[in-house]
Structures are given as structure tokens and as C-alpha cells.
């Protein structure tokens, strides 16, 4: 199975930071990856897709990147609509694995 | 609009099976496959598997092969996954959502809790 390591863990930031959050497969994965957002007690949404895809809706200060096995998720200017748990996800290869989340907090 | 309608709350017995059901609505169920996931209490997300409901061709990881049965109705635009064998460690939410492209969840049913209690 293709490991996805998500760092960090959690992480605290500003009203209006600009906040990364990366995510290390075990394998190249050529840019098959995805990043959703979990706001508490809610379904995950999509937010990127093909690594820097941006779903439909999805406000354009999320942007995704990277490739091979290296992919972060960037997101300008926080809101604080922005808190939420955030996953990557790669669909490259069975089973569809995902990292084990960041959580995103206001400072 | 598409949207994922899934049943309610499960109570299970150790050792019995629950089957969720996702109905769908707003697309042609049959031109994208269903995806499955798991959330244990307070945990991350696990792929279960999906199914293709237009041939009822399905993939499952590994560790879900001997406990989750997907299935597709077509005449109802309805998935359902049944867990059987039920344990402590099936308590957890089960999302539905459709897989576009190579799989990606676009769209998610509310999730279904289920909880495995004597």
C-alpha cells in the first residue's frame, strides 16, 4: 500500500496567514492526489484535485502543488471558515490511502 | 443538484451485520463509481473500497475484503455497503461519496454512524 504521511500534525495560525501543509507519499503517485476539508461533525469536501485542481466553488486562495511524491496545499489569507482538519488523499494506486489529517486552529 | 442521501443510525450486536444504504440523485448514477470510507470516533479517514454500478465490478483494500459487501441498485440509484461479523471496531461514521476521474470524492452523503454495542 502507498503510505501518505501528512505534516504537521496541527497547526495554529493568524486571521490572514498564509499557511502550508505537506504530504509525503511512499511512492510516486504522478500527481494523482487530493486534498479535502473536514469542519467538525460534517462530511469532507473536495478542494483539490490532480494535485492542483480547484474543485468547483472552492475559493481560490486554496491552491495545490507538487509531484512525484512531494505535494503541499497552500491557503492565502485565512478565514476562519478555514478551520477545519485538512487530508490528502492519493489516487494513484488501490487502496485510495489517505494522510492522517492536519488540524487547522486560529491563533 | 447532485446529492448523496444515506440511511440513519445503525445499532449492531457483536457479531451480527448492518447494511447502510446511499441513494443518489441529480446525476446518472451509473457514469461514476461509489466510493466508501471510514471514520473511527475522533480518527482519519479509511478507504473501504467502491463499486462501479454500471457493472457491478468492485475494489475493496485488503483489510475491508472479509468485512464490507458493496453493492448497487440501479433501478433505485442506490448504493449500499453491508459490514458483517461485527466488532468494537466497526464503530465509526461511513461516508458514501462519488468518485470522479480516477476516483476523487466530489460529492458526499451526510455519513451514517454506527455504533457495535451489546
Known amino acids: 500500500d502507498i503510505q501518505m504521511t501528512q505534516s504537521p500534525a496541527s497547526l495554529s495560525a493568524s486571521l490572514g496567514e498564509t499557511v502550508t501543509i505537506e504530504c509525503l507519499a511512499s511512492?510516486?503517485?504522478?500527481?494523482?492526489l487530493a486534498w479535502y476539508q473536514q469542519k467538525p461533525g460534517k462530511s469532507p469536501q473536495l478542494l483539490i484535485y490532480?494535485?492542483?485542481s480547484l474543485n468547483d466553488g472552492v475559493p481560490s486562495r486554496f491552491s495545490g502543488s507538487g509531484s512525484g511524491t512531494q505535494y503541499s496545499l497552500k491557503i492565502n489569507s485565512l478565514q476562519s471558515e478555514d478551520v477545519s482538519i485538512y487530508f490528502c488523499?492519493?489516487?494513484?494506486?488501490?487502496?485510495?490511502?489517505f494522510g492522517g489529517g492536519t488540524k487547522l486552529e486560529l491563533k | 443538484e447532485v446529492q448523496l442521501q444515506q440511511s440513519g443510525p445503525e445499532v449492531g450486536r457483536p457479531g451480527s451485520s448492518v447494511k447502510i444504504s446511499c441513494k443518489a440523485s441529480?446525476?446518472?448514477?451509473?457514469?461514476?463509481?461509489m466510493n466508501w470510507v471510514k471514520q473511527s470516533p475522533g480518527q482519519g479517514l479509511e478507504w473501504i473500497g467502491w463499486?462501479?454500478?454500471?457493472?457491478?465490478?468492485?475494489d475493496y483494500a485488503e483489510k475491508f475484503k472479509k468485512k464490507a459487501t458493496l453493492t448497487a441498485d440501479t433501478s433505485s440509484n442506490t448504493a449500499y455497503i453491508q459490514l458483517s461479523s461485527l466488532t468494537s471496531e466497526d464503530t465509526a461514521t461511513y461516508f458514501c461519496?462519488?468518485?470522479?476521474?480516477?476516483?476523487?470524492?466530489?460529492?458526499w452523503g451526510q455519513g451514517v454512524m454506527v455504533t457495535v454495542s451489546s
Open positions: 490532480y494535485a492542483n
Open positions: 441529480g446525476y446518472t448514477f451509473t457514469d461514476y463509481v
Open positions: 488523499q492519493q489516487n494513484y494506486d488501490s487502496p485510495r490511502t
Open positions: 461519496a462519488r468518485g470522479m476521474n480516477s476516483g476523487y470524492g466530489d460529492y
Open positions: 463499486i462501479d454500478p454500471e457493472y457491478g465490478s468492485t
Open positions: 511512492e510516486d503517485i504522478y500527481s494523482n
